[in-house]
């Protein structure tokens, strides 16, 4: 059993990103909540999704019961938690697309190194850039979760888009270009490590 629950711990995660963005985006369900509550609601969420990918690597690591399919799983949850995330800032109008989409390119290099290098039967886990990168898209959006409902307190808007004051997206926007930069170069250790099986 303890061999399968940093899995489970990975399955969790993805399962609660539908949760997360239902209760971020305004929908005629939500929009009868408060834009505090949502906000509070879907941060708590993406914190407890956040802290299943701390607890998973440290339990397969503690009871030696790291598996391929963990090294598999675990970074593909972590990039479909984020990049939902993120595309639920850019459809309330918080960021711009551009980062987002920079970040995307990025881990779709990364993923095909990875498929490059299964293919010479090696398995790619996440390194250590890997993991800082992640964790500092958790802190990003974490610290954007903190400054939408510091807003939502002050101002007390019905939805995002009744927000209406300049300079609300300079801090989500400033903030998620520096995670892209970050993203970014993060990238080049696993080209590094993985280019020799691009040759030829």
């Given at each position: 059993?303890?061999?399968?629950?940093?899995?489970?711990?990975?399955?969790?995660?993805?399962?609660?990103?539908p949760?997360?963005?239902?209760?971020?985006?305004?929908?005629?369900?939500?929009?009868?909540?408060?834009?505090?509550?949502?906000?509070l609601?879907?941060?708590?969420?993406?914190?407890?999704?956040m802290?299943?990918?701390?607890f998973?690597g440290?339990?397969?690591?503690?009871?030696?019961?790291?598996?391929?399919?963990?090294?598999?799983?675990?970074?593909?949850?972590?990039?479909?938690?984020?990049?939902?995330?993120?595309a639920?800032?850019?459809?309330?109008?918080?960021?711009?697309?551009?980062?987002?989409?920079?970040?995307?390119?990025?881990?779709?290099?990364?993923?095909?190194?990875?498929?490059?290098?299964?293919?010479?039967?090696?398995?790619?886990?996440?390194?250590?850039?890997?993991?800082?990168?992640t964790?500092?898209?958790?802190?990003?959006?974490?610290?954007?979760?903190?400054?939408?409902?510091?807003?939502?307190?002050?101002?007390?808007?019905?939805?995002?888009?009744?927000?209406?004051?300049a300079?609300?997206?300079?801090?989500?926007?400033?903030?998620?270009?520096?995670?892209a930069?970050?993203?970014?170069?993060?990238a080049?250790?696993?080209?590094?490590?993985?280019?020799?099986?691009?040759?030829?």
């Amino acid at each position: 059993m303890k061999k399968n629950v940093p899995n489970i711990l990975c399955m969790v995660r993805i399962i609660l990103i539908p949760f997360i963005l239902f209760f971020f985006i305004d929908n005629s369900v939500t929009l009868s909540m408060s834009m505090t509550t949502r906000i509070l609601v879907s941060g708590i969420l993406f914190a407890v999704a956040m802290f299943t990918d701390i607890f998973d690597g440290r339990i397969a690591r503690k009871y030696d019961c790291v598996t391929s399919f963990g090294k598999f799983i675990d970074p593909i949850a972590d990039k479909m938690l984020v990049l939902s995330v993120l595309a639920a800032y850019i459809q309330c109008g918080l960021i711009n697309v551009w980062p987002v989409l920079l970040i995307l390119a990025r881990e779709f290099f990364v993923t095909g190194l990875r498929l490059m290098a299964a293919g010479n039967g090696v398995v790619v886990a996440a390194n250590i850039w890997g993991k800082v990168k992640t964790f500092s898209q958790g802190l990003s959006i974490g610290a954007i979760y903190f400054y939408l409902l510091g807003f939502s307190l002050a101002g007390r808007p019905e939805s995002f888009a009744s927000v209406d004051i300049a300079g609300f997206t300079v801090f989500p926007s400033v903030m998620i270009w520096i995670v892209a930069a970050f993203t970014v170069v993060s990238a080049v250790p696993y080209y590094k490590s993985c280019r020799k099986y691009l040759r030829g």
